[in-house]
């Protein structure tokens, strides 16, 4: 069993930057891989980001690449999303998921485990 909890939303300025932590309890971190999703209001939920247990590999949806980074901390069991160049198509509820699938997946279904959610609104 693996406790996620998300933290570090907010309000964010068009061009700004806020970063996301997502912190892990329970069975050994570096067993899963982990991904940020997000949903915004009247869409679905929507894949973001994805790190490999080891975090030497990652994968960014097109609509963040290039702005958003999405790190890992094995030894603090977090995972972290900073993001940068916000835009208003930014705002959404933002959720961190686990898997213990090796290689990253994209497939929510994959996903065993699943923070809260923290919103991000990005205005001015």
């Known amino acids: 069993q693996v406790h996620v909890v998300e933290s570090g939303g907010g309000l964010g300025q068009p061009g700004g930057s806020l970063r996301l932590s997502c912190a892990a309890t329970?069975?050994?971190?570096?067993?899963?891989?982990m991904g940020w999703f997000r949903q915004a209001p009247g869409k679905e939920r929507e894949p973001v980001a994805a790190?490999?247990?080891?975090?030497?590999?990652?994968w960014y949806a097109d609509s963040v690449k290039g702005r958003f980074t999405m790190s890992r901390d094995n030894a603090k069991n977090t995972v972290y999303l900073q993001m940068n160049s916000l835009k208003p198509e930014d705002t959404a509820v933002y959720y961190c998921?686990?898997?213990?699938?090796?290689?990253?997946?994209?497939?929510?279904?994959?996903?065993?485990?699943w923070g809260q959610g923290t919103q991000v609104t990005v205005s001015s």
């Open positions: 790190i490999v247990r080891s975090g030497s590999s990652t």
């Open positions: 998921a686990a898997s213990t699938r090796y290689s990253i997946t994209l497939n929510e279904n994959d996903y065993d485990y």
């Open positions: 329970g069975r050994t971190f570096s067993s899963y891989a």
